[in-house]
């Protein structure tokens, strides 16, 4: 008798995974086994509730793999050093996180001797493409199974297909699609469809509850968050936190991205990412007071070609931890304390202490008085520094008189 074969879905239990549990037993015959890689996203209530809905739908077993300090450790940290925001907007927040949830999903389903391996995608977005670009590359041996995008299915035929199978659940469309994630959470649906709307207050799931001020006080250790307010934070995550406690309820990070996804089209989303957008603000202006100039120059140029490498699901080409590498060497002397200024979706960066800020210097102080060299050395260093200007007017007006080329 033929072996049933092993599947590992990855699983959040909304109706697309709903449908592809169900299907994947009852019309492929497979042996579901289901799993939910949480990299800060979910609440214990939230899990609970999706193993129970896994186990309704038929699953064999369910796994919940928490892979928070991984996601910390292995992006969250290279894009505060990046100061990452794509398109100058985004911090990347839950597409970031997409790429540790294929690599927990895909090892989770190897270490069970899984035949198959499967997601809920469609095919017109950025996150098919992670999925299976890191289940080709960790173990191209297992087969990818994608029912929804193979079979380009609609809402109603799936809903219709749950309960023709024995499965009813409260999956009423709602108005906007809401991914949460630890380094923020999307909003898509509605306006985000229409290039000339935005998104209404109402939409985020954060809502402005303070109409004062509040002064927020983050502390860094080589460009990691070490203390809130002084509340020293030996977890990490739990830092990122409190941080998204306190600015979302001025509902800070609000924003609009529009950019070039993977596939090729334009996408647009709305998000709301308080903590980092705070962080990556007072982390690069302690940059400013801690970085040489070609440390800026250099971390802005890697910044942006890392965050857009982290994106288009290519986390796992060894260039990226060349990348890492890097900015973790310019995070050594980015210490000190950042003051900001909380208003209702706004901020103000009031100042940095730090023992490596560059602006505490016996050298001088700028427009104001030099100590370290003499007029006679600004007007000589100004006379070499004009050479290469001088000699090109001087020669291309000889040139142009002579009617050179």
Not at 248 to 268: L, P, Q, S, V
Not at 291 to 302: M, P, R, V
Not at 351 to 358: E, I, K, R
Request: glycine share 8%; charged share 25%; hydrophobic share 35%.
């Amino acid at each position: 008798m033929e072996k049933t074969k092993k599947v590992v879905l990855a699983f959040s239990g909304g109706l697309d995974t709903s449908f592809c549990a169900k299907y994947l037993s009852e019309d492929l015959g497979y042996e579901v086994h289901t799993a939910i890689a949480n990299t800060g996203g979910f609440s214990q209530k939230e899990l609970e509730v999706i193993e129970t809905r896994a186990k309704q739908l038929g699953a064999t077993s369910h796994a919940t793999l928490d892979v928070t300090k991984d996601y910390y450790d292995k992006s969250i940290k290279y894009m505060i050093a990046g100061n990452v925001l794509r398109n100058g907007t985004y911090p990347i927040s839950v597409s970031s996180e997409r790429i540790f949830q294929a690599i927990a999903i895909i090892e989770y389903a190897k270490s069970i001797g899984a035949d198959a391996v499967a997601h809920g995608s469609t095919g017109a977005g950025n996150d098919q493409v992670r999925f299976d670009l890191t289940f080709q590359i960790l173990a191209p041996e297992i087969e990818i199974i994608t029912p929804t995008r193979d079979m380009t299915l609609t809402r109603e035929f799936e809903i219709d297909y749950l309960k023709k199978h024995g499965y009813e659940a409260d999956f009423k469309k709602l108005e906007y699609s809401i991914n949460k994630g630890l380094w923020g959470t999307s909003i898509g649906g509605k306006e985000t469809l229409h290039s000339e709307q935005t998104l209404p207050d109402e939409a985020y799931p954060s809502q402005v509850t303070c109409d004062g001020e509040e002064t927020l006080k983050l502390t860094f250790d080589k460009g990691e968050v070490t203390a809130v307010n002084g509340t020293v934070y030996n977890d990490r995550v739990e830092a990122i936190r409190a941080i998204e406690a306190i600015g979302a309820k001025f509902g800070i990070g609000r924003d609009m991205h529009i950019g070039d996804t993977i596939i090729g089209i334009k996408g647009r989303v709305g998000f709301e990412a308080a903590a980092p957008i705070l962080i990556i603000a007072a982390h690069k202006m302690l940059e400013k007071h801690t970085l040489t100039k070609w440390q800026l120059y250099w971390k802005d140029q890697i910044g942006t070609w890392y965050g857009m490498f982290l994106h288009e699901a290519q986390y796992l080409d060894p260039v990226m931890r060349d990348m890492e590498a890097f900015l973790e060497s310019t995070q050594a002397h980015v210490c000190g304390t950042v003051e900001i200024t909380l208003r209702p979706q706004s901020y103000t960066l009031v100042g940095v202490d730090s023992p490596y800020d560059l602006m505490k210097t016996d050298f001088g102080e700028y427009g104001e008085v030099n100590k370290a060299w003499s007029a006679d050395d600004v007007k000589g260093f100004t006379t070499i520094m004009g050479n290469p200007m001088k000699i090109y007017y001087n020669v291309t007006e000889r040139a142009e008189k002579e009617k050179g080329c």
